[in-house]
């Protein structure tokens, strides 16, 4: 990537504002709420086979916002290649997640998938141009051990199978890092956020489909009114909505910072695992909160060391 092209990249990798620190707050619940919805839908549709499901149900949603918004998906404006390599991680992504969780567990599964954000900062750093101070790399240790306490990692009796199944969740979150930046860094960020996360569900649909159907996964009985509004929950927001919002930011904002603030996901997570599946919550869950904001806050602490570009919008 050349010198102006980082520079041109930097430039809009601005701090967050309270107006997208509101938005990325809405963004974790939903996400955190959505870790219940997958768990509640498996006992009737299988993991990849509910991805797959959800990427074909948010599809038409993001063509019809999009259209109604005057996108045009098919015009030639040098996106497709990084479109498609946005796409085939994203679907990855997905299948390393999901087959990971057949040999570790559901909590250590949603730790290792929040390395994501240090990928993110180094990504940034080598390609973007973003640079985080030694306080904001403290932030995000601090934040991702915050996630670690809260969900209750480490855990005895950990054998082969279950480091093989943190490595994938490892390698999705990885990818999930490296679609962020491609479509920070590259000819995808001028695309409008329905066309650079349009081209990512399209092309998850048959890689997904093809993991289940290698997998096996079979549905054997008709889904429950639940499990169908789930579905519809997290094809239509989720994946329809959110998604797009989240890639709208990355446009906007700084990369690091922005993955940064998902540490707080798996926290809503627990809350709403409390609230709907009566887990239990426990005063160590309240200082692994206070980690996670206090990282949060070294992270997004603007460096001193560095002057403000009057040129840049804050």
Known sequence: MSTQTISSVAATGRALTPGAVAIMLMLCVSWGFN???????????????????????????MLIVGWLRG?????????????????????????????????????????????????????????LGERLSALQWSGLALSFAGVALAIGVPQPDVDAKILLGDLMVVGGGA??????????????????????????????????????????????????????????YQAIWVVGCTFVIWFAMVKMYSASKLSAFTFITPLFGVVAAY????????????????????????????????????NVPA
Do not use: C
């Open 35 to 61: 870790q219940i919805a997958i768990k509640l839908v498996i006992s009737d549709i299988p993991p990849m086979l509910q991805a797959m499901i959800r990427s074909a149900g948010a599809l038409p949603v």
């Open 275 to 310: 609230i709907i599946m009566h887990d239990t919550l426990t005063p160590v869950f309240g200082v692994a909160a206070l980690l996670v904001i206090v990282g949060l806050y070294l992270v997004n602490k603007p460096d001193p060391k560095v002057t403000p570009d009057p």
């Open 71 to 127: 996108v045009k998906f098919f015009e030639r404006d040098g996106t497709l290649l990084a479109g498609l390599a946005a796409g085939l991680m994203f679907g990855i992504e997905f299948v390393l997640i999901f087959s990971g969780l057949m040999f570790t567990s559901a909590s250590r599964a949603s730790v290792f998938l929040y390395t994501a954000p240090f990928f993110v900062a180094l990504g940034s750093y080598q390609f």
């Open 175 to 232: 990818l999930w890092a490296a679609t962020t930046l491609v479509a920070k860094g590259t000819a995808l960020r001028k695309a409008a956020p329905e066309k650079a996360l349009g081209y990512q569900v399209a092309l998850s649909i048959p890689i997904l489909g093809i993991a289940s159907w290698l997998a096996g996964e079979t549905v054997t009985h008709f889904p429950s009114p639940l499990s169908l509004a789930l579905m519809t």
